[in-house]
């Protein structure tokens, strides 16, 4: 019996933390507000560095924070258990990448992933923040941003927290990220990938 009630929380675990993550915020606020298919812009990204290239900064920071309240809102509810809590994070990053709602063609997680950070400490949400916005600020291109500070992340979260096992989630994660920016890497080696300007 305590075996079924463990599989059966596991699951639950699994199938909220999903379906909060891939709620397609980025397509429903452009849709709604900008009468677009964000999946038919720009890089078809449901994310919001593509909802400001659409041209509107007050969805892309509305869809930012609703992406990463995506990825925290879980985590802060199955913290009560280290293994649930780093499941959580996991699915709910995986539901904005992979959400059945648009065929699973997501985004690539970021704000999602930042969501989680902040969730699992305060200390390494704040990472994040301060070194995207210095990478921003030198680059100037948002792909750059991203992958360099997912990149660090994990490692960071090792030597921070005391549980190893949300770093090995965040370094799944990291993985997961890079695959979805394939295309942003291919750009960034030629010389074409679009800048960004939030300065």
Known sequence: MIILNLIFLYFLTIIISYLFGSFPSGYILSKYFNKIDI???????IGATNVLRSGSKALAILTLLIDALKGAIPVVLFSF???????????SFLGHNFPVWLKFKGGKGIATYLGICFAVSLNIGISFVLLWVLITFIFKT??????????????????????SIISLVFLLMS?????RHKLNIIRILNGEEPKINIF
Request: charged letters at 5%.
């Open 39 to 45: 999946t038919k812009q720009g890089s078809g990204n």
């Open 81 to 91: 258990n280290s293994y649930l809590m780093a499941l959580s994070g996991l699915f």
């Open 142 to 163: 948002s792909s750059i941003s991203s992958l360099i500070t997912i990149s660090l992340i994990p490692i960071i979260s090792f030597f921070h927290l005391e549980n």
């Open 175 to 179: 993985i997961n990220s890079f695959y």
